[in-house]
């Protein structure tokens, strides 16, 4: 059955109480920040919301990303930033034995979460490490892989912290973990064993624990939002471990992406900016006749397909990419070819 976006009667930063929010394309690009985001998430803790920062980025520490964000009149505590290298270190550590040797691709944070685990960071495959971990830092060099790739054929256990193709950066989209982890497996012909960051859910999950202050219990699950700009990360990730999702518009995702995205990579909403998150959400209603209506019913968006073409009310709102969305997805889930029809050029 066909999971269709959803809507809420109260803004969902009163409606959830954890937002799993990401970073890259979402709170800033790369040192940049994005227009909005401050002020709402300002605006979502004001009405009662506990933030956390979920990042497939593994090259800095959480001190320096927490002083990047109050940098943008956002008050932010260390903790509160959830990176792919913490997630990392823990799930290497759950595998290796204590003060095993692990051999670390990445920036001094890694290596730090790593050592911080009990375990010890060697430099080359000479060690023989029990494990090899790899993340992403612009400094990078052919002789780490090398060296990577030597331990991973005399057995070491490959993780990587994350498997993103692509990185958005302040001058456009550039190569990320993912297009650089190809290189050991190219080499190789092993796959990684885990990877901590998004799509999988774990990086979710151990948010989720390290969100338990004092001994509190974890943030039920249906209680938590997973907000990104990526469908193949952030939604994926939060569809795998079965959380509600938001996806915002502000990074890599556009509204083609959306309308013929495949059912795992579906968010549960769908926001042009963080101003969403501090917004009721109306739910998208399909009529007897085949049309998607969304929003209030004196003047609800629409779309329909006609004639081979998914034709909306207007393309400058966000309501209609949303009854577009659903109608495109009912027509993929029925079998058929959603490549065969003329989609909308959405200008939100």
């Not at 890599?252 to 909403?269: C, D, I, K, S």
Request: some cysteine; hydrophobic content about 45%.
């Amino acid at each position: 059955m066909t999971r269709f976006l959803q809507g809420t009667m109260q803004a969902l930063s009163q409606a959830y109480h954890l937002a799993l929010l990401d970073l890259d394309g979402v709170v800033y690009l790369g040192k940049n920040p994005i227009d909005h985001a401050a002020d709402s998430i300002r605006a979502a803790e004001h009405a009662g919301m506990t933030v956390e920062y979920t990042t497939n980025n593994s090259s800095r520490f959480q001190r320096v990303v927490a002083e990047q964000l109050r940098g943008f009149g956002l008050d932010v505590e260390s903790w509160q930033i959830i990176t792919s290298a913490v997630v990392a270190a823990r799930m290497v550590a759950r595998h290796a034995d204590v003060g095993s040797s692990v051999l670390v691709l990445g920036a001094e944070h890694l290596r730090e979460e790593v050592s911080g685990q009990g375990l010890r960071v060697v430099e080359g495959a000479q060690d023989n490490p029990q494990a090899v971990i790899q993340g992403w830092y612009p400094d990078l060099a052919w002789h780490e892989l090398a060296e990577a790739s030597f331990a991973v054929e005399r057995g070491a256990a490959y993780f990587v912290t994350n498997r993103d193709l692509t990185i958005p950066r302040e001058l456009g989209i550039a190569p990320g973990c993912g297009s650089l982890i190809q290189a050991v497996i190219t080499a190789t012909g092993v796959e990684p064993v885990a990877s901590a960051g998004k799509p999988e859910s774990a990086m979710y999950d151990e948010a989720r624990l390290l969100a338990a202050r004092d001994g509190e219990e974890p943030v039920a699950k249906q209680a938590c939002l997973a907000i990104g700009d990526r469908l193949d990360t952030d939604i994926e990730a939060g569809n795998r471990g079965s959380y509600d999702s938001l996806a915002v518009l502000t990074g890599v995702t556009n509204p083609h992406e959306l309308m013929t995205a495949p059912a795992h990579l579906r968010p549960t909403y769908i926001v042009p900016d963080l101003r969403g998150l501090n917004e009721a959400q109306p739910a998208p209603t399909r009529r007897e006749d085949g049309a998607w209506l969304c929003g209030a019913a004196d003047g609800a968006a629409q779309a329909r397909i006609v004639d081979g073409a998914l034709h909306v009310s207007d393309v400058n709102d966000i309501n209609a990419l949303r009854a577009a969305c659903c109608l495109a997805w009912e027509y993929a889930d029925g079998g058929r070819d959603i490549a065969s029809i003329a989609l909308p050029d959405f200008d939100l």
